[in-house]
DNA sequence: GTCCGGTGGCACATTACGTCA
DNA sequence: ACTGACGTAATGTGCCACCGG
């Protein structure tokens, strides 16, 4: 399956125990800045706040967890950079980080989380596929038991099948079953080496999964 | 050459904030 | 005004690779 990365088909398991990890205590809402989208800051108030953050938490430790929400056009230049890589070198982070007017470690921190969007909507896509490969697998082998107990029936009295072209008798083993259209067919190959009991099926595309939509 | 501690980067899980229906 | 769902920025933790002593 080439469509299937390989790191994806391992599963990995993490054991999180509860409380271990320790979290920032709650805030009162009043403590945090309230800050409105449609009425986002000036790219100096952007830095400036920022800037607090950072001051403020290496001098009481316990900075007030503000979420500064990314304009969009820093949205913009951070999907155009991650496009065309989906991980920074130091150099290209800082100078991301100077041309959008952020932090280095927010640059860094969208680069993490987008790889981690961008890796749970594979998985997601990766699932539906697989569940309508084996819709279609399922499918495919009711058909197909369907077929072998047709045949099964046909063995207890098999009907002699004439050739369209010269009305003689035709080999049983020249014979198969079109799963596609479920009529009976002459196969070419088998019918040139009587004694070949390769069954041709159909298509061979016919027995892949489906395509993967994007 | 090997060991060891420090450091940086990453994946992953989780938390918490902002927005919207 | 309130609330729950959702998207996502930010944080915490563990793992790994690399480097210098």
New binding site residues.
Partial sequence: MAVLPGSSSSL???I?V?G????????P?S????????QLPSEEEWIAS?ME?EEE?SINGE????????TKEQ?RLLEESFRQN?????KQ?ESLAMQLK?RA??V??????????S?LKQTEMECEYLKRWFGSLTEQNRRLQREVEELRAMKVGPPTILSPHTSQPLPASTLTMCPRCERVTTTAATAVVPTSTTATLSSPKSHQPPEASS
């Fill in positions: 990995e398991l993490t999180s509860p271990f990890a320790s979290s920032p205590p709650l805030l809402s403590s945090v800045k309230e800050l409105d989208i449609n920022n953050d938490s900075a007030p967890r503000k979420k500064l929400r990314l949205s989906h991980t920074l070198n130091p982070k952020l470690r927010q860094e921190v969208w680069f993490q989380n987008r790889r981690a969007r890796k």
